[in-house]
């Protein structure tokens, strides 16, 4: 009587998530990245700022996921980005990327009055776009001298 077996491969990269905040000063910011299977111990995480410098980071490992602190300190104002290389237990790698915008630590405050809402925002010392619900709006921009 012929014997036989059946070999089944994982060959299916897992999928991962990056959570992070959507913008930061520059301070120190906790990052949690979570996959749909456990992950081998293996990492390549690093933020790359909006002038290009790379700044790696060394996460913890807690089986399927990873936890950590990204320090933009260094970093330029402006979108940053922050990338993870993982694989799973067989070796399947995935690379995922998050964005964040980075502002400076003070700010000038505006008063923004569109005809929908009023809001409050902090602008950095560098020119950048508003984005609004993913749209770019035209809006009467008030300056209100800090103190007031």
């Not at 913890?60 to 330029?76: H, K």
Request: hydrophobic letters at 40%; glycine letters at 4%.
């Amino acid at each position: 009587m012929p014997s036989f077996f059946l070999l089944e491969l994982d060959t299916t990269a897992p999928t991962i998530s990056i959570a992070l905040p959507t913008w930061t000063t520059r301070t120190t910011v906790p990052v949690i990245i979570t996959s749909n299977e456990e992950l081998d111990n293996f990492q390549d995480i690093y933020m790359v700022d909006s002038q290009g410098n790379r700044f790696d980071s060394t996460f913890l490992y807690l089986n399927d996921s990873f936890e950590g602190i990204v320090d933009f300190s260094s970093a330029a104002s402006g979108r940053a980005t922050i990338y993870a290389r993982l694989r799973d237990t067989v070796r399947n790698e995935i690379t995922a990327e998050a964005t964040i915008l980075v502002t400076a630590e003070w700010g000038a405050r505006l008063n923004v009055t569109s005809e929908i809402d009023t809001q409050e925002i902090v602008l950095s010392e560098t020119i950048q776009d508003l984005f609004v619900a993913e749209k770019v709006m035209d809006l009467d921009i008030e300056i209100i001298e800090e103190g007031d």
